[in-house]
């Protein structure tokens, strides 16, 4: 039997499901070779090591000294902005660059407005007064009125929530997470 064949044959006879003909030829191989022998002892040092159970045990204080460890590393880098600052500068860029790209667009922009707008009628019909409102500011792009209220209202919203789980709800996370 070769090295190769033999090494191939460890883990059944360790698991001890080998045939009886491959074991005898088996262990006739590892009484002749002191290479696959040092091998397989290595196998059994291995499979004893997994199966032992080991019981780690902490030292007493080991809550309190990990703790100390945590409050002499550096704190985080926390932004000194406000998040709703980037919101709203966000909300202002974003207004400014739609609004100057419809007037740019010229008349062109009205037949898109309209079959938009008749593609979300029902969407937006909640938001009205702002389409109302939004028409008389577009002038011309009256039909896009609605659709510019009902967006401006949903990222107005939209801002909100992040401000306030910025400013009220991550904090009050923060806190249960410490306690």
Not at 125 to 141: C, E, K, M, Q
Request: include cysteine.
């Amino acid at each position: 039997m070769s090295c190769s064949s033999s090494e191939a044959l460890f883990e059944a006879y360790l698991d001890d499901t080998l045939l009886p003909a491959q074991r005898v030829r088996l262990l006739n191989h590892l009484g002749a070779c002191g290479r696959c022998k040092g091998v397989l002892d290595e196998l059994r040092v291995v499979d004893a090591l997994m199966i032992a159970p080991r019981h780690v045990e902490l030292p007493a204080n080991f809550t309190f000294a990990t703790m100390a460890e945590i409050r002499t590393l550096p704190r985080p880098h926390v932004s000194s902005a406000p998040v709703y600052a980037y919101l709203v500068s966000y909300l202002v860029a974003a207004w400014l660059l739609i609004g100057a790209s419809f007037l740019l667009a010229g008349p062109a922009m009205r037949a898109f407005g309209e079959t938009a707008l008749d593609a979300s009628a029902q969407l937006f019909h909640t938001f009205g007064t702002f389409g109302h409102a939004g028409a008389r500011v577009l002038g011309d792009f009256g039909s896009l009125g609605a659709l510019f209220g009902g967006a401006i209202v949903l990222d107005i919203a939209v801002a909100l929530a992040l401000i306030v789980g910025f400013t009220v709800v991550r904090p009050r996370l923060a806190e249960r997470i410490r306690s």
